[in-house]
């Protein structure tokens, strides 16, 4: 089915989300100001209360730049775009570089803060591809290795090897709470994101399918259409011939009957027509300029001249009108709502158009039966339909469809008072004038 223009197109790419690879980093990111305010509070908590003298200037600058890299790193998702495998894998190599330095300057492998690298390793496996995290062991090993031969004491000012193996066993207890409250708050907001982006793709998968499944119709209804303009053709010129016979031009009740059946024909040639040109055929002949003002009255006109005009209560309350492309395909689906409510209550269909700021909201009202639960769970989804018929349901399939690629939506309820509402909401942007279509009018 044909969309309205370019404009229609660039709607569906307005509201970009954040990749995987960006929310890793900013997890990544959380995660350094966590271990960047614990490193603060530990060297703090170690210096004042056991007077454990420490090169307070080198570490200071260790976290200084841990925080200027967290700065980096919190523009570099949104400034640089897509977060790649390599990029994650730079900054937990930093981190694990930053924390060695720390571990350098405090004791080395005697130190119980060692045992922070294992979460490095975890934080990699969930992040990094394969090759990325072996990479990431490998390197955790090696600076844990050279921590036990290359790194400077601690100067304790009483105590000796007593107070030593005390203050390890509290850093091994510090550490092992680290260790566990951040691998719980890392890997439940990884499972988050994870999730996240499998219902991303159920939608992705489950739109794909409906999408063929509308390509499939548009072959079908194009097929169609083809067919049957060759018997209607053949009709019409039947009937031009029976016009000029004197039996019919003589006979005022028989004449008026072969008028009926030419309109009749015609209007079924013109149905075959909008059916071709909504299957993306003879485009240059179903776009217009109009303006939404007058889009909707006329397409209100057309319809009460088909079906009961006493029927449908039109209210347009669009304020500002603005300048758009109007379609055919979009013609339909309006008529496929209105048509919808109209077999539901032939008495009473109330159809109100307003403009807010730059969204146009269509709503579709009427006094039936309205809708059942089960089906405003599945709405718009095919072959969902009240009315029992087989196939039944296509055409608010397509209509949600439609609407979608245009970057709107379509809500449906049951109104206090009785009956159904459908409301769709049109981006004005969808509907604007693009640079091909100034020309056509």
């Given amino acids: 089915m044909q969309m309205l223009s370019s404009a229609g197109r660039r709607s569906l790419f307005a509201s970009p989300r954040e990749t995987v690879g960006q929310q890793n980093m900013m997890q990544l990111i959380q995660l350094?100001?966590?271990?960047?305010?614990?490193?603060?509070?530990t060297i703090a908590y170690v210096t004042l209360a056991f007077d454990v003298?420490?090169?307070?200037?080198?570490?200071?600058?260790?976290?200084?730049?841990?925080?200027?890299?967290?700065?980096?790193?919190?523009?570099?998702?949104?400034?640089?775009?897509?977060?790649r495998n390599g990029d994650l894998l730079v900054g937990l190599l930093f981190d694990v570089a930053a924390?060695?330095?720390?571990?350098?300057?405090?004791?080395?492998?005697?130190?119980?803060?060692?045992?922070?690298?294992?979460?490095?390793?975890?934080?990699?496996?969930?992040?990094?591809?394969?090759?990325?995290?072996?990479?990431?062991?490998?390197?955790?090993?090696?600076?844990?290795?050279?921590?036990t031969r290359w790194y400077l004491p601690l100067s304790l000012p009483y105590g000796g090897v007593t107070e030593l193996f005390r203050l390890h066993i509290i850093g091994m207890l510090i550490c092992f709470v680290l260790d566990a409250g951040l691998l719980v708050i890392f890997v439940t907001r990884i499972n988050r994101i994870l999730r996240a982006r499998d219902a991303r793709l159920?939608?992705?998968?489950?739109?794909?399918?409906?999408?063929?499944?509308?390509?499939?119709?548009?072959?079908?209804?194009?097929?169609?259409?083809?067919?049957?303009?060759?018997?209607?053709?053949?009709?019409?010129?039947?009937l031009g011939d029976w016009r000029r016979m004197p039996v019919f031009r003589d006979d005022a009740e028989l004449r008026a009957e072969l008028e009926d059946m030419?309109?009749?024909?015609?209007?079924?040639?013109?149905?075959?027509?909008?059916?071709?040109?909504?299957?993306?055929?003879?485009?240059?002949?179903?776009?217009?300029?109009?303006?939404?003002?007058?889009?909707?009255?006329?397409?209100?006109?057309?319809?009460?001249?088909?079906?009961?005009?006493?029927?449908?209560?039109?209210?347009?309350?669009?304020?500002?009108?603005?300048r758009i492309v109007s379609d055919t395909a979009l013609r339909q689906i309006i008529y496929n709502v209105l048509d919808n409510a109209f077999e539901a209550s032939p008495a009473w269909v109330g159809m109100q158009v307003v403009?807010?700021?730059?969204?146009?909201?269509?709503?579709?009202s009427d006094r039936g039966p309205g809708f059942a639960p089960e089906m405003l769970t599945q709405f718009g989804k095919p072959y969902q339909s009240s009315k029992g018929r087989p196939g039944g349901g296509l055409g608010l399939f397509l209509v949600v469809n439609v609407v979608r690629k245009l970057g709107g939506?379509?809500?449906?309820?049951?109104?206090?008072e009785g009956g159904a509402r459908v409301t769709l909401q049109l981006p004005l942007a969808a509907l604007a004038i693009g640079e091909d279509d100034e020309r056509i009018d």
């Fill in 202 to 238: 159920a939608a992705l998968r489950q739109r794909a399918a409906e999408e063929d499944h509308i390509v499939r119709m548009g072959l079908l209804a194009s097929g169609a259409a083809h067919e049957l303009g060759t018997p209607l053709a053949t009709l019409s010129v039947i």
């Fill in 53 to 83: 003298r420490l090169p307070l200037a080198a570490m200071s600058a260790v976290i200084g730049g841990l925080v200027v890299l967290n700065l980096f790193s919190l523009c570099r998702p949104r400034k640089l775009g897509e977060v």
């Fill in 262 to 322: 030419q309109a009749e024909v015609q209007r079924c040639k013109t149905i075959v027509t909008g059916i071709l040109l909504s299957a993306g055929e003879a485009r240059g002949e179903t776009l217009k300029v109009t303006t939404a003002v007058r889009f909707f009255d006329e397409l209100v006109a057309d319809w009460r001249a088909t079906r009961s005009a006493a029927a449908l209560e039109y209210d347009n309350e669009i304020d500002e009108d603005a």
């Fill in 355 to 364: 403009r807010d700021g730059e969204t146009l909201t269509l709503t579709v």
């Fill in 409 to 416: 939506r379509v809500l449906a309820d049951n109104r206090p």
């Fill in 32 to 41: 350094r100001w966590i271990a960047v305010t614990g490193q603060i509070l």
């Fill in 99 to 147: 924390l060695t330095a720390l571990l350098y300057l405090s004791g080395g492998a005697t130190n119980p803060f060692v045992f922070l690298y294992p979460l490095q390793v975890t934080v990699g496996a969930v992040m990094l591809e394969a090759w990325s995290t072996w990479t990431l062991v490998g390197v955790t090993t090696a600076c844990f290795l050279g921590l």
